[in-house]
């Protein structure tokens, strides 16, 4: 029974994620006490299983409305399902634990397609999302109850069904004489505000544009694959920001649209770096990559400035995702936001790399102990809603 595992002191469990930018398998081992605003965490370990080429292809084929097959999709959600569950087993083997020692699995699972904006179709307005990567799998191979698809129920209540780690940074962030700002920069860039002392229905999130994503694509693309991400931002420190075509960039209609606003690869995939690539042609590849990352830097400052800072006066921004790595994106945030402490979410014990994953584990945790895990401010759901389905394992 799940109550068994309900009434433990402390509750193992893995969190797993794949991003926008494809690249892996994030999955972290937390041990978990509590729940809600009692939730106390220690990241026992933490891995990122890297894709091959070809299934980090396949993933970003399955993606696109042009080439998505519903053949390669259905395979691909058994073929995650599996890699998942190698994830899992992986992780319990370098923290030096038993599977049957692990109490729950969070999985987020990977995302083929994202559609907030409501549509009518034979009169039924209509929004959805797809998330990968079997779940039934995942337990079948561990044994591990498994709690996954977390976005789908937050849809059904109106909301985008993202971004659903603001209600994680609540839980670990929220100060009571501090407002904060928690920023992950993922393949999508996304920001939690946590004014002083506020109550979870006050707290506002959304994203801001594209993290990683297109620096990622980019570099994919022009090492022929030998490359996935700018090591340490390098490049991007010795290139230069072409502003023709950074202005052009700015003018994404997603980045005008007020919160609660939430997107992917759909905006900031693979057509439109394409489209990037063709405006910028004769550009050196390093002024590219130097453009891109300032774009990034721009969205997230600009989000701040006309839609957080007006009503708030920020003491702090702790940042997480890769691109905490890249140092020019870090050190242009820092030039751009001088009023504001910079700190890094491993400042409070929580691995930057890890975080998402992190995530899953305490948003599965709250599914399992009943309790609601979005913020209706954060994704614009009419009301809060327990997420995720769960697949009971041979734990319960």
Not at 249 to 255: A, D, G, N, V
Not at 357 to 382: C, D, K, Q, S, Y
Request: glycine share 10%; aromatic share 6%; charged share 25%.
């Amino acid at each position: 029974m799940l109550q068994s595992i309900c009434k433990k002191k402390e509750r193992l469990i893995v969190g797993l994620m794949s991003g926008s930018s494809a690249d892996g398998i994030d999955a972290a081992l937390v041990k978990v006490s509590g729940s809600g605003k009692s939730t106390s965490i220690q990241t026992i370990a933490h891995d990122t299983l890297r894709f091959s080429g070809k299934i980090r292809e396949l993933i970003l084929k399955c993606s696109h409305p042009d080439t998505g097959r519903v053949d390669d999709i259905c395979r691909l959600n058994s073929l995650l399902g599996e890699l998942f569950a190698q994830a899992v087993i992986h992780i319990a083997k370098k923290a030096d634990y038993e599977l049957s020692q692990i109490d729950l699995i969070g999985s987020h699972g990977q995302t083929i397609h994202h559609l907030p904006s409501p549509e009518k179709i034979s009169g039924v307005e209509v929004t959805s999302t797809l998330q990968i990567g079997e779940p039934s799998i995942i337990v079948e191979r561990t044994g591990i109850t498994t709690i996954a698809d977390f976005r789908p129920r937050d849809m059904a209540a109106g909301g985008q069904g993202a971004p659903l780690v603001s209600y994680v940074d609540y839980l670990l962030f929220s100060h009571p004489e501090k407002s904060r700002v928690a920023l992950n920069i993922g393949g999508i860039a996304n920001i939690t505000v946590l004014p002083a002392g506020s109550p979870a229905e006050e707290v506002l999130a959304m994203d801001t544009g594209p993290g990683n994503i297109l620096l990622d694509q980019l570099i994919y693309m022009i090492t022929g694959g030998k490359n996935r991400y700018d090591l340490d931002g390098k490049r991007a420190s010795r290139g230069k920001v072409d502003q023709r075509i950074l202005e052009r960039l700015l003018e994404h209609p997603f980045l005008q649209k007020p919160p609660p606003k939430s997107t992917g690869r759909e905006d900031f995939g693979e057509a439109y770096l394409h489209w990037i690539m063709e405006m910028g042609k004769g550009t050196e590849w390093d002024n590219l990559i130097t453009t891109l990352a300032e774009f990034t830097v721009r969205t997230i400052v600009n989000s701040l400035e006309m839609f957080v800072f007006p009503y708030h006066e920020i003491d702090e921004l702790i940042v997480s995702g890769g691109g905490v790595r890249n140092f020019y994106i870090w050190h242009r945030l820092e030039e751009s936001l001088p009023q504001q402490r910079m700190l890094i979410s491993d400042d409070f014990s929580i691995p930057s790399d890890a975080k998402e994953a992190v995530a899953f584990a305490i948003l599965a945790n709250e599914t399992l102990m009943g309790h609601e895990g979005n913020l209706p401010r954060a994704t614009g759901a009419r009301h809060r809603v327990i997420l995720g389905k769960i697949i009971p394992g041979k734990n319960i």
